[in-house]
């Protein structure tokens, strides 16, 4: 069925059941020198060729995603084929043909294993109306989507992001924007997508952001196509200015950068973390294959112990794990586990201070005062607080000293006792007022216990002679990295002291005090290293590039004289460098008319996209190129997409000659 055919959209239309035509037929005996018969993948229009191409994708590899292109927009399309998790289908124009897409769809056994549709582009190529009318018909769609953007630079980088949301681009190919007939035949390759970049003027930012944030290196940018079709001066706007030096020079800078962010990664991450990382670079953890130039080395693990960054060595790539003592522990790995106890160290302190706050306002609202003597100087009796003493000495780690205190008062014949005289107002936890009255913590005898323990913390001493307790925090807090690590595991005390009785030797306040301060510290000099981190893999990514694989002005090319060799040249990188297979070609007309096809062609994911003319007469290198992807591959398969009247079957007779 045509499927610009009208109908009433009714009742009548719930019952309508129609095939669109679109069975991939045999190319009148055209046959390969295999022995194998061209497919043509085609029918009455762009949207049923789509739709037949579609169904080819799926028997190769089921997805249940369809993305949407418009109808005539080519453009937005242009960089489409990239999605390699779903088909590419061209939308109807009219809302009767959209109708038919989606019943076709659910009626189509290799179809109807789609659930979802998105859109390629904004809603002025393919408005929300599309996607409802496509869904309507179709019961086995569940939700809808978009990828677009504010225009077709921003689409095309929008599909980028889509494209390699959960693997790595290796390469970006960058086409012209309002002509990207380079771009269809870069539809199927692989490791990279394309985007498209304004021809002249000033480059749409979201290219070059694109570009900074992937982590692709410079010399993995290809632009399709020569001077005529994008200038050096627009690329350069993508990737920046380049200086290109002699192979030798290049040589001698790229391994002095490389080892920069190898040493800026250790100190950073650690050694141990940083072997772990792939032998590549891709800088950004969040996808996959993250790497730093490391050992991809994650068995020989090494806890390193070296904690002076000036003396990290950059090892060679047959260094494996195993000298903890020139391996560094790393900003961000000190970090981690400083903030992890810290957050303990925190909540053991609020614990203490809270009970310590409670107990002495108990203390002082029960109103714990002195039991004054009976005569001028006579010794007063110091009231109990027993659970003030422990409350006390959990959070200063300090045995509570008890107050000792003389009666004091008037004697006008008859001794009338009015208050006290502290006599170890130094040595004792608690103030009281002259009526001899608990009024709260005697702040001076705070500050001489805290000021003891900050200075013992700063000197690394462990043992402080003295009335209070020793080893008042763990060993080196000021000056160590792993300082404060050491404490919590020992329900409170250090290390040294887990053996004594008391179980009491941490001043929490200080501890608490000096945790915070090294947590900061800390944080400091990890921010500092990644920014330092940051800061080498740019200078790597922006380095010189060598003469011997450049072209002019140092921006690398796939040039063809026009764009059937271009696709020829494109169809030779894309399988001897990308990983692209060789076990089918797919021709499509390079006629601006019929570009749509190689849009859709895009899908298909088992070889490359020959664009080839309507008449039979075949440039040179589009028929070197035929003949090398037969020799390669003996049991090679060809695919046409479109009709006749796209490539004709004379045009697949002249593709079959070249390939013997």
Same mark, same amino acid.
């Given at each position: ?68 292109? =418009?109808? &005539?927009? !080519?453009?937005?399309? %242009? +960089?489409?084929?990239? $999605?390699?998790?779903? #088909?590419? *289908? @061209?939308? /109807? ?83 012209? =924007?309002? &002509?990207? !007939?380079?771009?269809? %035949? +870069?539809?199927?390759? $692989?490791?990279?997508? #394309?985007? *498209? @970049?304004? /021809? ?461």
């Amino acid at each position: 069925m045509n499927l610009k055919k009208k109908f009433v959209v009714g009742a009548a239309s719930v019952a309508l059941i129609a095939g669109m035509g679109v069975t991939p037929a045999f190319a009148a005996d055209v046959h390969l020198p295999n022995g194998t018969q061209v497919v043509r993948l085609s029918g009455e229009d762009r949207t049923a060729t789509s739709v037949a191409v579609a169904e080819k994708r799926m028997k190769d590899s089921p997805v249940t995603t369809a993305y949407i292109v =418009g109808y &005539n927009a !080519v453009v937005d399309a %242009a +960089a489409a084929g990239a $999605l390699t998790d779903g #088909v590419i *289908l @061209v939308a /109807p124009k009219d809302k009767s043909g959209q109708l038919l897409l989606g019943n076709t769809m659910l009626n189509s056994a290799q179809l109807s294993q789609v659930t979802k549709l998105v859109a390629v582009g904004g809603e002025g190529v393919v408005p929300k109306s599309v996607l409802d009318n496509i869904k309507k018909f179709d019961t086995k769609i569940t939700s809808t989507d978009r990828i677009d953007g504010k225009n077709r630079y921003e689409t095309s980088v929008a599909i980028a992001k889509k494209a390699f949301a959960t693997s790595t681009a290796t390469n970006i190919y960058l086409a012209r =924007g309002d &002509n990207p !007939v380079d771009a269809m %035949a +870069a539809g199927a390759i $692989l490791g990279g997508p #394309v985007v *498209l @970049v304004n /021809p002249s003027g000033t480059v749409d930012p979201s290219v070059p952001a694109y570009y900074k944030a992937s982590g692709v290196k410079a010399d993995n940018v290809i632009v399709l196509g020569g001077e005529g079709a994008l200038a050096d001066a627009q690329v350069q706007q993508v990737v920046g200015q380049h200086e290109t030096v002699s192979p030798w020079e290049f040589a001698a800078s790229e391994a002095d950068l490389k080892k920069a962010i190898q040493k800026a990664a250790i100190a950073y991450l650690g050694h141990d973390a940083w072997q772990d990382t792939a032998t590549d670079l891709q800088p950004d953890p969040e996808k996959p294959n993250y790497g730093l130039f490391g050992l991809a080395d994650t068995v020989n693990d090494v806890a390193g112990t070296l904690q002076d960054p000036r003396l990290i060595e950059v090892p060679s790539a047959a260094l494996t794990a195993g000298d903890a003592a020139k391996a560094f522990t790393g900003y961000k790995t000190t970090y981690d586990i400083l903030n992890k106890n810290v957050v303990g160290i925190n909540g053991a302190y609020n614990v203490k201070k809270a009970t310590l706050d409670k107990e002495l306002a108990d203390a002082i609202a029960a109103g714990s005062k002195f039991t004054l003597g009976q005569s001028q100087g006579a010794a007063a009796t110091a009231p109990t607080l027993t659970a003030l003493d422990e409350a006390v000495k959990a959070m200063y780690g300090i045995a509570a000293v008890a107050p000792t205190a003389t009666t004091k008062g008037t004697n006008d014949g008859n001794f009338v006792a009015t208050g006290v005289t502290l006599t170890n107002a130094d040595a004792t936890p608690y103030a009281f007022n002259e009526k001899g009255e608990l009024t709260g913590l005697n702040q001076a005898w705070v500050n001489k216990f805290n000021k003891a323990a900050t200075d013992a913390a700063g000197t690394g001493v462990v043992s402080v002679a003295g009335t209070y307790v020793e080893s008042t925090v763990p060993k080196g807090v000021a000056g160590s990295l792993n300082a404060i690590i050491a404490d919590k595991a020992a329900d409170g005390k250090s290390a040294t002291d887990a053996a004594d009785a008391d179980k009491q030797r941490i001043n929490w306040f200080v501890l608490n005090e000096l945790a915070n301060k090294q947590l900061a510290t800390q944080k400091a000099l990890t921010d500092s290293a990644k920014a330092d981190l940051a800061a080498a893999v740019a200078k790597y990514q922006t380095r010189p590039w060598e003469k011997v694989v450049t072209q002019a002005k140092g921006v690398k090319r796939i040039i063809g004289a026009d764009r059937y060799e271009t696709s020829a040249l494109i169809s030779y990188y894309a399988t001897t460098k990308t990983g692209t297979p060789t076990t089918e070609v797919y021709l499509a007309s390079g006629a601006d008319n019929n570009l749509i096809d190689s849009v859709v062609a895009g899908q298909l994911t088992k070889g490359s996209i020959m664009l080839v003319p309507t008449k039979p007469e075949l440039t040179e290198q589009t028929g070197l190129e035929l003949k090398r992807l037969a020799k390669v591959n003996a049991t090679i398969n060809g695919f046409v997409i479109g009709g006749t009247a796209a490539v004709s079957d004379d045009t697949l007779k002249a593709v079959a000659a070249a390939m013997k």
